[in-house]
């Protein structure tokens, strides 16, 4: 619900005024738009009001939509997603008590097809960002990840060493508990040593009851799929070795053996997803990012605000977006 409410309201000034009507082109800055007993209200006149209360954010949403609209079509993907996204505010608005047209228009959206309209607009923002920064990703950062993080799969067995605590323990206590269960793990790993079988002291120690009785076996997985410090040293171990000393999860202390790996993908074959992972990893180490690559884009199109109020309001914007942290 808070994560819906987030994206409703954002957006409410700059599609409750675009819903309603087209911003005024003026070719004659008298033409009347409204009149009176007392007077008149012009094309002007309005205009140089809205543009001063709701016009930069207006101006943004026109200028970006012009834009992806010729630079993206319509995807299958996309339809998925406006489809899921409808479907969970027409969920949001239920949970509420609410219509679905009684909870839009309390955010300022006039019908379902300008929340629609909203959310391709901004499902297209996204893509036109991370397009953006993968154009500027260099080969040599696609190589040092391929290098440093692109792995086979592997496949590894387990000995997982629970430590025993219970609720309302002290932290004492679940310090106590949890050093018997290193004491035991190593205990496991000193008989690994003795020449003692991983699947027979699977079935006796592990405390993994889903795969204890096969020796622990965890299957084929890669990166990603596992707690880091339990990928971490899986991936750093040679193929029919096993840990020396405990690796601890939130789950206990782990003695791993790997059985068996699969070649390293080729760079061709991965190099797609090295890239999306690379673009995750800038926009979440650079909170500014996003926006700096929606204005290179908006450049790029070569816009010009002509209005030099609105001119100085974006320009005032988008410096407080890039320096935002």
Request: net charge negative; aromatic share 10%.
């Amino acid at each position: 619900m808070k994560k819906l409410t987030k994206l409703l309201i954002i957006p409410v000034i700059a599609f409750s005024l675009v819903g309603c009507g087209k911003v005024p082109v003026l070719e004659n800055g008298q033409e009347a738009v409204a009149t009176t007993n007392k007077g008149s209200i012009s094309a002007e006149d309005l205009y140089e009001k809205l543009k001063t209360t709701y016009g930069n954010n207006v101006l943004i949403d026109l200028i970006d939509k012009l834009i992806l609209n010729e630079k993206y079509e319509e995807t299958e993907d996309e339809k998925e997603y406006i489809k899921e996204q409808i479907k969970q505010i027409k969920s949001a608005a239920t949970s509420n008590g609410m219509t679905f047209e009684t909870y839009i228009n309390y955010y300022g959206f006039k019908n379902e097809e300008a929340v629609e309209e909203y959310l391709v607009l901004n499902y297209r923002r996204d893509l036109a960002v991370k397009d953006y920064i993968k154009s500027t990703i260099k080969e040599k950062e696609i190589n040092k990840y391929y290098e440093e993080n692109i792995y086979g799969d592997i496949r590894v067995k387990h000995i997982l060493i629970e430590p025993e605590t219970l609720t309302g323990m002290t932290s004492e206590e679940i310090e106590q508990a949890k050093a018997k269960a290193l004491k035991t793990a190593k205990e496991v790993i000193n008989k690994l040593k003795n020449g003692k079988k991983f699947d027979t002291l699977a079935k006796e120690y592990s405390d993994d009851k889903s795969n204890n009785e096969n020796g622990g076996d965890l299957g084929w997985f890669n990166t990603g799929e596992m707690e880091e410090s339990f990928e971490k040293a899986a991936f750093a171990l040679k193929k029919g070795s096993y840990t020396t000393t405990p690796v601890e999860t939130k789950y206990g202390y782990h003695i791993i053996y790997k059985t068996d790996e699969k070649e390293k993908p080729k760079l061709e074959d991965v190099k797609a997803e090295i890239l999306n992972k690379l673009v995750e990893e800038k926009l979440t180490k650079d909170s500014t990012l996003y926006y700096k690559a929606l204005e290179n884009i908006r450049k790029e199109a070569d816009l010009k605000i002509e209005d030099s109020f609105l001119k100085d309001a974006y320009n005032d914007y988008m410096k407080q977006l890039k320096s935002s942290k």
